[in-house]
């Protein structure tokens, strides 16, 4: 069983950065890879970035956010750079045991956080 709570969502003008944390419970978080996955208002849960030793990014936001990982801590991170107002959404941290080193769909993850909310004004 793994637990994931996220953090770090806020308001933040167009062009800025922000970090979002996510922070898991269990013994074996390293054998997961984690995910960062986003929704926004009317639209479907759509995949961000994932890490386990690789990483691999949504082309949407390939250069502009960078997902790492603190394995001894069982913290992930999303830093967000140069956001734009369609980076707007409630993003989730989420955890898959069987990962092939890309992207996966939202019913795909085993685990998933309550989302912390990101808005980007324009």
């Known amino acids: 069983q793994v637990q994931l709570v996220e953090s770090g969502g806020k308001l933040v003008q167009a062009g800025g950065s922000l970090r979002l944390s996510c922070a898991a419970s269990?013994?074996?978080?390293?054998?997961?890879?984690m995910g960062w996955f986003r929704q926004a208002p009317g639209k479907e849960r759509e995949f961000v970035a994932a890490?386990?030793?690789?990483?691999y990014y949504a082309d949407s936001v390939k250069g502009r956010f960078t997902i790492s990982r603190d394995n001894a801590k069982n913290l992930v991170y999303l830093q967000m750079n140069s956001l734009k107002p369609e980076d707007t959404a409630v993003y989730y941290c989420?955890?898959?045991?069987?990962?092939?080193?890309?992207?996966?769909?939202?019913?795909?993850?085993?685990?998933w956080g309550q989302g912390t909310q990101v808005t980007v004004s324009s």
């Open positions: 890490s386990r030793g690789l990483t």
């Open positions: 269990g013994r074996t978080f390293s054998s997961y890879a």
């Open positions: 989420a955890a898959k045991r069987v990962w092939y080193g890309n992207s996966w769909s939202a019913g795909e993850s085993d685990y």
